[in-house]
Nanobody, 116 residues
Framework: QVQLVESGGGLVQPGGSLRLSCAASGFSFRLYAMRWYRQVAGKERELVAGITPGGMRTTYADSMKGRFTISRDNAKNTVYLQMNSLKPEDTAVYYC?????????WGQGTQVTVSS
């Protein structure tokens, strides 16, 4: 069965850091582009970061550039999101996404709350 399981979310103070992980199984992880999205209640889901199947290229939303880093370990079927200098406006549910051709898989999300 296809699974994407996010972990690493939680409560952090402004300026702090978190590392999210997404463990994938049930499909050929190395062939998929991986992305992190986030969603605030009542708002549309937005792209946070993306990485190509081989990890050679990454993309970021403007507000995340310089603070967030996406990476992947294809040997572990895992994608990561390192989040530094967190701000209250980063508070959201963060979702892991895998995409290739007609296939599009999503995790259940992990809550990140940035608050003092």
């Amino acid at each position: 069965q296809v699974q994407l399981v996010e972990s690493g979310g939680g409560l952090v103070q402004p300026g702090g850091s978190l590392r999210l992980s997404c463990a994938a199984s049930g499909f050929s992880f190395r062939l998929y582009a991986m992305r992190w999205y986030r969603q605030v209640a009542g708002k549309e889901r937005e792209l946070v970061a993306g990485i190509t199947p081989g990890g050679m290229r990454t993309t970021y939303a403007d507000s995340m550039k310089g603070r967030f880093t996406i990476s992947r370990d294809n040997a572990k079927n895992t994608v990561y999101l390192q989040m530094n200098s967190l701000k209250p406006e980063d508070t959201a549910v963060y979702y892991c996404n895998a995409a290739r051709d007609i296939y599009d898989y999503w995790g259940q999300g992990t809550q990140v709350t940035v608050s003092s």
